[in-house]
């Protein structure tokens, strides 16, 4: 799954609405050109690109009409920073497709408080997360302060630090980096004979 194409998808208010109508229960095109006001032929352009992207699928029901659900759990994830930027989409557990069963107010209960400990699960692995993040950041800072000091221009500098993250290829540091790979390729030389970089197989590390 590319996360960048799945970021450009769901930047559309439209299909993101659909998302969260489906996130409720399975619904008929029709149906959803209703509820959101757009019309059915909008709706189905949006439906088969979030088709194609593999976020909804379709099926039928007894009496033959096609419904849409969400397809699976699909996070993506969108890190922008000081010293980095990143995206990236995995895909979970396939969504449960049991049959709706009536349940007594009981259960309905029991549910909602089993709910709420996962919602409190949830909120401890944020704040974790947050911890993890902020502790990541202040590793960045230092190292691009050092960075700075062992580089001789901005280019080197931007390279480094784009290997801080782990070993890559001259071709795809060109790319990321937006420059030409023959310029990289003579900066990653020069730090090479300096000690700064080395070269295992294809990829460049520090």
Known sequence: MDPVELLNILGNENRRRILQLLSFRPFYFNEMAK???VGP????????????????????????????????KTVLEVAVSPHSYGVRAYKSE???????????????????????????????L???????????????????SAIQGSSQDQLES????????????????????????????ERLKMLEARGVVRLRGKEWSI
């Open 158 to 185: 931007e390279i480094l630090q784009a290997l801080l993250s782990g070993g890559a290829s001259a071709s795809s540091l060109a790319e990321k980096l937006e420059v030409p790979h023959a310029l990289v390729a």
């Open 41 to 72: 032929k909008a709706i189905i352009d949006h439906l088969e690109m979030l088709e194609r992207a593999g976020l909804v699928e379709c099926y039928q029901d007894h009496g033959r009409r096609k419904y849409f659900r969400i397809a699976r």
């Open 35 to 37: 509820r959101l006001d």
């Open 94 to 124: 396939d969504v449960p497709r049991t049959e709706t069963k009536g349940s007594s107010a009981q259960d309905v209960k029991l549910l909602q408080r089993d709910l709420a400990i996962l919602q409190e699960r949830r909120r401890e």
């Open 126 to 144: 944020r704040r974790l997360m947050d911890e993890i993040e902020s502790r990541e950041m202040e590793i960045k800072r230092v190292a691009a």
